[in-house]
């Protein structure tokens, strides 16, 4: 089953939002309520949709939001708020959706039906398992540009931003070559997806980063490009 979260300030929204969720879809969802963000957050526990109050007392809806944000990538983040100023900040913090009270249950259904849709898409997307400093994260392996190994740590740059965990580059390779990467210099492993052109001993990723390819692969990592393109075609 889904699992969503509702926080909001006023039971009476939260119960009522809860129950339009439910409304001919109680197999579908289990739905749980919180009075607060801080309650949500220190409840521990992971939800894969979030309908989240912006305006609330002590910790409001964007704070309560970027906290999570920390540890949970994944959850879809539906924003309910009484404001439509709000909306610019809401999406700032990668807000899933946007609804203005009072809530309607067409509206909830909406944003449930894309949400699930997403999600679908997301299952057949090859995923992979990072350990970081942060903790334990889930991304796609599409959203990887590359791995660099400096300083003992393996920082992995992502279109999410930059992660950093404890592995050997040799160990990322055997892990990532299925997945279409490879190494062009000791240091770094490269999606070859994310590759948009080599130029002399740099290789421009598709978010414009330039990562060294070393004489000694030169020859290696152009041809392992090569049968990836291939094979794309």
Known sequence: MIQIAVCDDQKLVSEKIKEMILHGDENRYEVEVFSDGRALLNSGKTFDILFLDIDMPGLDGIETAKA?????????????????GFAGYAFGVHAFGYLLKPVKEPDIKRQLKEAREYMEKESERPMAELFTKAGRIRIAVED??????????????????????????????????????????KSFVVNLDQVRGIRGYDITLMDGSIVPLSQKKGKSFREELGLFLAGRM
């Open 68 to 84: 999570l944000r920390k540890s949970d990538k994944k959850v879809k983040i539906i924003y309910i708020t009484n404001y439509g």
């Open 144 to 185: 990887i540009y590359y791995f660099e190994y400096t300083s003992r740590m393996l920082q992995v740059h992502t279109r999410e931003g930059v992660y950093e965990q404890q592995e050997k580059i040799s160990e990322c390779l055997e892990k990532m070559r299925p997945y279409g990467f490879a190494m062009p210099h």
